[in-house]
């Protein structure tokens, strides 16, 4: 069955950089792109970005865009996000979450468990 | 900022049926598929219609998707105490280079 497994959470003061990991199996990896969607306490979700695993091209959102990489290791099945200079507002809770098969355009079903990355001086 | 606007909230008796607007524009819901996500409290989101009106296996079909032009809907038939959750639309934006946009979310309550 697919799943996919997140790192634990992390504590982190502004300035600093976090980098949250997600290990997908029970898939081709190759064959699936892989969001970052975020959520901070109390708020929407916020999409962050996605990268495609085959080659490793991504696309981030314009807010993220400077600040957010976004990589994959194929060899483990793994997709990182990388958040650099963070600030209070950065706090919340990121997911990283399957796309279609060769298909940009959507999340669909599943959803790694979440990290939440609280920053705080 | 959201691009896709939602009703904050939304309620109903058991048994009622309600639905939950998404408007958009034409570069995100007038041109691309619509999705729809329900979330409980302290969980990850969980996909409740795909392609515009399509129900994953699992999903009641008490849950039903439309779309017109740049607005969609989600109904909910038969409403449930276990239904009271938030729910996002989303859809895929192709200005600039592309970004997946969510709505704004609607709390639905049960009365």
């Known amino acids: 069955q697919v799943q996919l497994v997140q790192s634990g959470a992390e504590v982190k003061k502004p300035g600093a950089s976090v980098k949250v990991s997600c290990k997908a199996s029970?898939?081709?990896?190759?064959?699936?792109?892989m969001h970052w969607v975020r959520q901070a306490p109390g708020q929407g979700l916020e999409w962050m970005g996605v990268?495609?695993?085959?080659?490793?091209?991504?696309t981030y959102a314009q807010k993220s865009r400077g600040r957010v990489t976004m990589t994959r290791d194929t060899s483990t099945s793994t997709v990182y996000m990388e958040l650099s200079s963070l600030r209070s507002e950065d706090t919340a809770v990121y997911y990283c979450?399957?796309?279609?098969?060769?298909?940009?355009?959507?999340?669909?079903?599943?959803w790694g468990q979440g990290t939440l990355v609280t920053v705080s001086s | 900022q959201s691009v896709l606007t939602q009703p904050p909230s939304a309620s109903g008796t058991p048994g009622q049926r309600i639905t939950i607007s998404c408007s958009g524009s034409?570069?995100?819901?007038?041109?691309?598929?619509v999705y729809w996500y329900q979330q409980l409290p302290g969980t990850a989101p969980k996909l409740l219609i795909y392609r515009n009106n399509q129900r994953p296996s699992g999903v009641p079909d008490r849950f039903s998707g439309s779309k017109s032009g740049t607005s969609a809907s989600l109904a909910i038939s038969g409403l449930r105490s276990e239904d009271e959750a938030d729910y996002y639309c989303a859809a895929w934006d192709d200005r600039l280079s592309g970004s997946y946009v969510f709505g704004t979310g609607t709390k639905v309550t049960v009365l």
């Open positions: 979450a399957r796309g279609e098969e060769y298909d940009v355009s959507a999340i669909t079903a599943y």
């Open positions: 990268i495609n695993p085959s080659g490793g091209s991504t």
């Open positions: 029970g898939y081709t990896f190759t064959r699936y792109y």
């Open positions: 034409s570069s995100n819901i007038g041109s691309n598929y």
